[in-house]
């Protein structure tokens, strides 16, 4: 057994600006519309921005953060509010043609104070830059601007709700052109929790409705990728969907390889698939080589499948700063699923595979894991009380099986 400590990096982790920051971050021209629109902005998740607002920018304090909880490296995506937006960009829908052209302005100035963020921390950081699919050409100047800047998270990808019909679906070969792009910039392709889903509404249920629900939807921009042909055509795309598990994508790839025998059989039932070519291999064969799956704060079932995605293609991650991840008990949540698993499966899950895929320095990460000390033999030990005042997701459905 290899006793070195682990070296963890947090896939999933989220950062921002303040919303008066971004200003600076704005091109000039854009000023006067954003004085205005900054006299009534306001973040929509009071409680998360409250008390714990600093982490999203305070580079000090967040890299004192995660070390204290044995993090080393992390992957960032958004969290904040951008310019001309009414909520974070990842929960937030693709614009609409008459909000597009300020909230690109507004995605472009998280771009470039993401940039200057991670260069404050170059080795801990890989962070994720924003596109949206508007304007295939604006999108390929993005991706190439996010290229130039070491931003090596590579792009979040948009994902289009079922409801909004002024942009194509993922499978369309509209977006040949951007696959390109990415594939030329080797950039890794990202989607999370909280993408594509549609309005809820104010009913009764609706936000937990939408939270339970949005994993699926979430599951449609990789089926859209893996069906649409989109790895056939452009075989060296990376694409990762994160806070999303992994329990389900062993289902997931048997459906889609059901469903393409009878595709590439010519009848789906009773519709005609003939004049629709099949894909040249089972959608399995994509998925295993094309896709990872970011784990955040995982069950023993999001472990379980990790034979049939790859152990290769499992990322850990805490969700820092989020409340429903497993911060600042992710030794527990590292004890409570991984427990029983070989000491090399858990190093890759929990740091080599990021490194592989988002390009870190492990050697560079070295010093700061042994100063961590998260070692195999602490994380052999089988977590016997979750913490009680841990608000993380995996842990409140624990409890719950644990008093059905």
């Given at each position: 057994?290899n006793?070195?400590?682990?070296?963890?990096?947090?896939?999933?982790?989220?950062?921002?600006?303040?919303?008066?920051?971004y200003?600076?971050y704005?091109?000039?021209?854009?000023?006067?519309?954003?004085?205005?629109?900054?006299?009534?902005?306001?973040s929509?998740a009071i409680k998360h921005?409250?008390k714990?607002?600093?982490?999203?920018?305070?580079?000090?304090?967040?890299?004192?953060?995660?070390?204290?909880?044995?993090?080393?490296?992390?992957?960032?995506?958004?969290?904040?509010?951008?310019?001309?937006?009414?909520?974070?960009?990842?929960?937030?829908?693709?614009?609409?043609?008459?909000?597009?052209?300020?909230?690109?302005?507004?995605?472009?100035?998280?771009?470039?104070?993401?940039?200057?963020?991670?260069?404050?921390?170059?080795?801990?950081?890989?962070?994720?830059?924003?596109?949206?699919?508007?304007?295939?050409?604006?999108?390929?100047?993005?991706?190439?601007?996010?290229?130039?800047?070491?931003?090596r998270?590579?792009?979040?990808?948009?994902?289009?709700?079922?409801?909004e019909?002024?942009?194509?679906?993922?499978?369309?070969?509209?977006?040949?052109?951007?696959?390109?792009?990415?594939?030329?910039?080797?950039?890794?392709?990202?989607?999370?929790?909280?993408?594509?889903s549609?309005?809820?509404?104010?009913?009764?249920?609706?936000?937990?409705?939408?939270?339970?629900?949005?994993?699926f939807?979430?599951?449609?921009?990789?089926?859209?990728?893996?069906?649409?042909?989109?790895?056939?055509?452009?075989?060296?795309?990376?694409?990762?969907?994160?806070?999303?598990?992994?329990?389900?994508?062993?289902?997931?790839?048997?459906?889609?390889?059901?469903?393409?025998?009878?595709?590439?059989?010519?009848?789906?039932?009773?519709?005609?698939?003939?004049?629709?070519?099949?894909?040249?291999?089972?959608?399995?064969?994509?998925?295993k080589?094309n896709?990872?799956?970011?784990?955040?704060f995982?069950?023993?079932?999001?472990?379980?499948?990790?034979?049939t995605?790859?152990?290769?293609?499992?990322l850990?991650?805490?969700?820092?700063?989020?409340?429903?991840?497993?911060?600042?008990?992710?030794?527990e949540?590292?004890?409570?699923?991984?427990?029983?698993?070989?000491?090399?499966?858990?190093?890759?899950?929990?740091?080599e595979?990021?490194?592989?895929?988002?390009?870190?320095?492990?050697?560079?990460?070295?010093?700061?894991?042994?100063?961590?000390?998260?070692?195999?033999?602490q994380v052999?030990?089988?977590?016997?009380?979750?913490?009680a005042?841990?608000?993380?997701?995996?842990?409140?459905?624990?409890?719950?099986?644990?008093?059905?």
């Amino acid at each position: 057994m290899n006793n070195a400590p682990f070296i963890v990096i947090t896939a999933d982790a989220h950062a921002g600006a303040s919303i008066g920051a971004y200003r600076d971050y704005l091109e000039s021209e854009y000023h006067a519309e954003f004085d205005a629109w900054r006299e009534n902005a306001r973040s929509p998740a009071i409680k998360h921005v409250s008390k714990k607002k600093e982490k999203n920018w305070n580079s000090a304090l967040r890299l004192n953060d995660l070390q204290s909880d044995g993090v080393v490296g992390e992957v960032i995506f958004p969290n904040t509010v951008p310019p001309f937006y009414a909520q974070p960009f990842h929960i937030s829908p693709p614009p609409t043609p008459q909000d597009y052209r300020l909230q690109l302005a507004g995605m472009r100035a998280h771009n470039r104070w993401l940039a200057e963020f991670c260069a404050e921390a170059p080795a801990q950081r890989a962070g994720i830059g924003l596109i949206h699919l508007n304007n295939i050409d604006d999108a390929i100047a993005d991706v190439e601007w996010i290229a130039r800047h070491n931003l090596r998270g590579g792009v979040l990808l948009p994902l289009p709700s079922p409801t909004e019909s002024h942009l194509e679906p993922l499978n369309s070969p509209h977006y040949d052109r951007l696959w390109a792009a990415i594939q030329d910039c080797n950039l890794v392709m990202n989607q999370h929790s909280g993408q594509g889903s549609p309005y809820y509404g104010e009913a009764q249920g609706s936000k937990a409705l939408w939270a339970m629900e949005m994993s699926f939807y979430l599951q449609r921009g990789y089926t859209s990728l893996i069906m649409g042909g989109v790895f056939e055509r452009f075989p060296r795309l990376r694409y990762i969907l994160t806070e999303s598990g992994s329990a389900w994508a062993p289902r997931l790839m048997q459906q889609m390889d059901a469903m393409y025998l009878a595709w590439k059989a010519g009848y789906i039932g009773e519709i005609d698939t003939s004049k629709d070519p099949a894909l040249q291999e089972p959608p399995s064969f994509y998925a295993k080589r094309n896709c990872w799956y970011g784990a955040s704060f995982p069950s023993v079932a999001d472990v379980k499948g990790r034979y049939t995605v790859g152990v290769d293609r499992v990322l850990w991650g805490n969700d820092y700063p989020h409340y429903e991840g497993c911060y600042p008990y992710s030794r527990e949540n590292m004890r409570f699923a991984f427990s029983e698993i070989d000491e090399q499966e858990v190093r890759m899950m929990l740091g080599e595979n990021a490194a592989a895929l988002y390009g870190f320095d492990l050697q560079a990460l070295r010093a700061a894991a042994d100063s961590a000390n998260i070692t195999p033999a602490q994380v052999a030990v089988p977590l016997d009380e979750i913490p009680a005042d841990s608000t993380c997701i995996t842990f409140q459905r624990a409890r719950a099986m644990a008093a059905s």
